[in-house]
Structure formats: structure tokens, C-alpha cells
């Protein structure tokens, strides 16, 4: 029988990649199990992903869910989208950028849903709308290096304080 895995998504800065919180983060999530989600990007997005893919024999996916704009074509993803650590993107036509990220009409609404349980990471006002709708979603949130701070999402100082909240809230 297979077992689902969990989805954890991890949510941050599309500019600064946070490396010594992101890439061991992207690690340990890898060891844990679950898949990892982002928005596909860069910055925070990619370091937690480079982190995660990293991991040999990890049984999670990394999970991009892309900003997007419908074209003739078809639904095509924002430039600079999928980062290359990427391992299963899902398009969609919806932005995802600053303010507007936090209407039910934007992409950061399907990263939450999406996510089993939330890892914040600092960030701009995107991030911070995430935050907000993991606590709107009822998602279990918390945050690291200072992410999710200005929400009031709980912090954890720790990689073994994430971990242990993670295990806690997931079940595993």
C-alpha cells in the first residue's frame, strides 16, 4: 500500500535566497518525508528547493506551483519560472506578487491550500499575505529566521524546533 506524503510548503523572499536558513530547511523537509511546495521561483523558493533536491533517496517531490499568463498558446509560466530545482510544476494563470497576492484570486491561495502545514522564511509583502492566509486557512504556520513575524506567527529558533513542530502537527 502507498503511503501519501504530506506536503509542507515553505514560503519566502523571491529575492534573497536566506541560504542558512533555506538550504538546510530544504534538507531537513527532504528527510522528513514530505514533499516540499514554493511558488517556483527564485530567492527563497529555489535555495529550499536546491536544499531539498539535494537529499539522495528522499521519498517527496519538489512541488512549484507557477505564477502564470494566459496567452494563445495556452497557460504559460511568468519568466524566471520553474527555478531549475523544480520537479513538478503546476501552471496556473495567476499572480502572486506583493498585495494582491493575498485575494482569493491569486496563487498564493492555492500554495496554502495546498500545503499540509507552513514554514515561513523572511519575505516582502508577498510573503506576508501568505502568512495571513495560512492563519485565515486555520494551516498550521510557523516561522523561521524572523518569517511570519509582522502576522504573529509563532517562531522557532531552530531547525530542531521546526522539525519538532512539524512531527507534532503532521503526524509523523
Known amino acids: 500500500m502507498r503511503r501519501c506524503l504530506k506536503i509542507v510548503g515553505v514560503m519566502g523572499s523571491g529575492r534573497e535566497r536566506h541560504e542558512a536558513w533555506s538550504l538546510p530547511l530544504g ?3 527532504a528527510r522528513m ?16 528547493s536546491e536544499g531539498f533536491v539535494g537529499v539522495e533517496d528522499r521519498a517527496g517531490l519538489a512541488i512549484g506551483i507557477l ?4 496567452e494563445e498558446s495556452g497557460c504559460e509560466a511568468t519568466p524566471g519560472y520553474p527555478n531549475r530545482h523544480v520537479e513538478l510544476s503546476i501552471r ?16 498564493n491561495s492555492i500554495n496554502i491550500a495546498s500545503a499540509d502545514a ?26 523561521l529566521g524572523g518569517g511570519g513575524e509582522r502576522e504573529g506567527i509563532a517562531q522557532a529558533e531552530t531547525l530542531e524546533e521546526v522539525e519538532d513542530y512539524l512531527r507534532a502537527v503532521l503526524g509523523l
Open 118 to 143: 507552513v514554514v515561513m522564511l523572511p519575505g516582502g509583502a508577498g510573503t506576508a499575505s501568505e502568512g495571513r492566509l495560512a492563519i485565515e486557512f486555520g494551516k498550521p504556520v510557523i516561522g
Open 27 to 29: 534538507a531537513l523537509l
Open 92 to 107: 496556473t494563470h495567476l499572480p502572486g506578487r506583493g498585495e494582491e497576492g493575498g485575494t482569493p484570486l491569486s496563487r
Open 33 to 48: 518525508g514530505v514533499h516540499l511546495l514554493t511558488g517556483g521561483g527564485a530567492g527563497v523558493m529555489e535555495a529550499v
Open 67 to 70: 505564477p502564470g499568463r494566459v
